[in-house]
C-alpha cells in the first residue's frame, strides 16, 4: 500500500538535507541567488518524484524523470554536484549519480551495489569437491524422467546441485515444491548431513514450505528425504531441516553465539527461500550478506505477483530474461493448478500479456470474465488456438463493474456476494452458539476446550467446520480504507455477525464490541512462544464461565487458528500479538494462500496507482473454483495494461558484478 513505502520517506529526508545544505551554502555567499533558486527547484523536482504514487516502492529515481519535471533541472544537478551533495557511486556524498543517469540515496545504491556482489559471487557453476556427483546427478535425471518433467523442471532440479544460486520462477501449482523435494533429494544424496534451512518473509509462508514437503512427499515417496524427515522428528538425523521467517533466521544466533552478519554466517549449507517476490532490498541485502559463499540458496517465487510492500523489485530484476543470472534461473510454466486452457490459465495469460498485448489484453480479460462456462473454452480457443483441458478443474469467474455507494462503501453486487459467501459460515457459527449456549456453564480448560471429554470432541467438529466455512471464501481488496476497501468488507461481514448473535442474545453490548465470537482476525506479528505467525487467520471464541458466571465480568475470548492437519489452535485472545478483523484481507496479505470463492475489489478511483497487473494477477490467481472481480472499465483497464513500475538499477549492477566476478 502506498502509505507503507518507505523508501519516499528516506528520500524526503535526504531532499531536506539537500535543501538546508543549499541554504547554508547560499548562506555563506559560495551559490549566487539565481543558482540557489534553481537548485532548490531541482530539489523541489526531485521531492515531487519521490511522492508519486507511480514511482513508489522505487530504489532510485531516473535523471531524466526529474528533468522532465523540471526542464532547468540539469542546472540545479551541477550546482548539487559542486556543492558535493550529489556524487559517483561510492564516493561520500549523500546522493549518487550513476553511469545510467539514476539518482539513488547513496544508502540504497551501496545497498544494491553490495546485493550485486554477492549474487554475482554465488552465481557461477560449482567446480571440484562441490560439483555434483555423477550418482546425484543420475539420482534426480530417474526422478525427473518417473515424473515426466518437462525441460525448465528438469534444469530447475539439476541447477539446484550444480550451482550455489538457483532462481525458480513459477506460478501457483507449476512444481516448485515438487522440484524442492527432488532438489532434496539429490543434495542428500551427495551430503547425508545437509544442514537445510526454509525461509520466507512470512512465518506462515514459512510453515506452509515445511509442510509443503512433507505433503509432496507423501506423493512422491523419496528414500532419502523420507528417511531425513523421519530421523528429523526422531531426533536422530544428522541433516538439519528448519523453517523460520527471514528475519527469525536474521536474529538467531550462529556456534559463533552471535547474530549472523558479514563475517558470521549462518550455519547452513543450503537455504531455500520461499515467496521470494515479497522481499524488498533491504531485506536482501542484509540476508545475502548473512550467508557464506558456501551455502546454497535457492529463491522460490512468483515473478508475475506483486513486488515487495518495501522498496525494490529484487525478485522480478533478478529473474528479468535475458539478465545475467538467466543460467540461474528456471521459469516454470505448466501450472498442474491453473490447467492451460482453463479460464483461469487463459485469464492469467491474458493479465500478464501472455500472448496477447496492450488493448487486445484488456478486451479480452473483459470478454473471458463476462464468458460463461459453455461459451468459455471457444473463447479460449480462439485467443489462444488452445483446447480446454478435459480433465481440468471447473473454475467459475465474474466480472461487476457497480460503483460502491457512499454509505456502505461498497457495491451492491459486492454486498451480494458477500452475503452470499458469508452464508455457510453464519449457518456454522449459530450450530456453535447453540452449542456454547446450551453449555454455557460447563468446565473448560484454560484455552477454552472443555474438560468434559465428549463435549470438548463435539465443540472441536463444530468450530472444525466454522473454520472451514471461512476458509472457503475470502473478499480481496486493493486498499486498505476508503471506498472498496478491506475496512469497508470488515464492517459488512461484522455487521452480518453481530447481528445473528445479536438475535441469538449471545451479544453483551455492554462492552465494547472488539472481540466476539465468530470475529476473524489476522495476526500483524509473529509470536513463537504462542505458535502463531505473522498473516496467521483465526477465529475468537467464547472462553466460557467456567461454572462460576460473574454477571458484571466483559467476557473472555480465545482465537482458534485452524490448522490443515490434527487439532487447532487455541490461544487466549488477549495474549495474541497485534492483529486486525480479517473477515477481508488485502491483495497483498493473501499471497501464499488460496480459496474456493475468492472476490477481487480493484480500486474505487479508476486511477489510482494501486491498480496495477501484478494486483489484478495477484488476486484471481487465489482462487481454488470461484473469482470474481468487482470494479469499474477503467480500473480493469488499467489493471491489465499498468505493470507495476519500480525504478532499480539492480539488473544492471549484477551485470557490472557478473563480469567483474571472480571464481569463486
Ligand atoms: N512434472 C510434474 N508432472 C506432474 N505433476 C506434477 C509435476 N510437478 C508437480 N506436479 C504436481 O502438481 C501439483 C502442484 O505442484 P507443487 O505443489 O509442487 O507446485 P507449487 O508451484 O509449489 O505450488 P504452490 O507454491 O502454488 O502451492 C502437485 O500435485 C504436484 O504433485
Redesign the pocket.
Known sequence: MTTEIQNPASFALLSGLLRAACRDAELKGTLIPADAEAAQRTIRAVAAVTSDPDTQGSVCIPWAYVEAREPQAAKGLGILRELGLIGDPGSPAPWALDAAGRLYAARFFDEERRLAESLAARAKSLTGEAAPTPEALTLVGKMCEA???DEA?SAAVRGALEQRLLIVS?G????????VVMMLEGLLAMKPDLRIGLAAPTGKAASRMLQ?IRE?LS??PLAALLTAMRALDAGTSPATMEAKTIHKWLVTRTPTGEMPGPGNPMALDLLVVDEASMIDIHLAARLLSALSPETRLILLGDKHQLAAVGPGSVFADLTEEEGALAANTAVLKES??FERGSIVWALASVVNQMGIEGDAAVSAVKTLLTSTEADAPGLIRSLFGTEAPTSARRYQVAWHDDAPDPQTGLSESVRMWLDASMEPYLEALADCTDFWQKHRTAVRKSRGTYADGKLAAEEEKLVGALWRALESFRPLAAQREGESSVAALNRWAEGRVTALLRQKGALDERFPLTHYAGRAVIVRKNDDVLGVFNGDVGIELPLGTNGVADPDAPPRFVTYFGRAEGEGVRVPSALLPEHDTAFAMTIHQSQGSEFARVAVLLPAKPDSALSTRELLYTGITRTKAEVTVFGSEEALARSVSEPTRRLSGLADRIREACAGAKDV
Not at 501457483?172 to 522440484?179: A, F, V, Y
Open positions: 515424473l515426466g518433467t523442471q513459477g501457483p501449482g507449476t512444481g516448485k515444491t515438487t522440484s509443503s509432496s506423493r512422491q498442474r493448478r
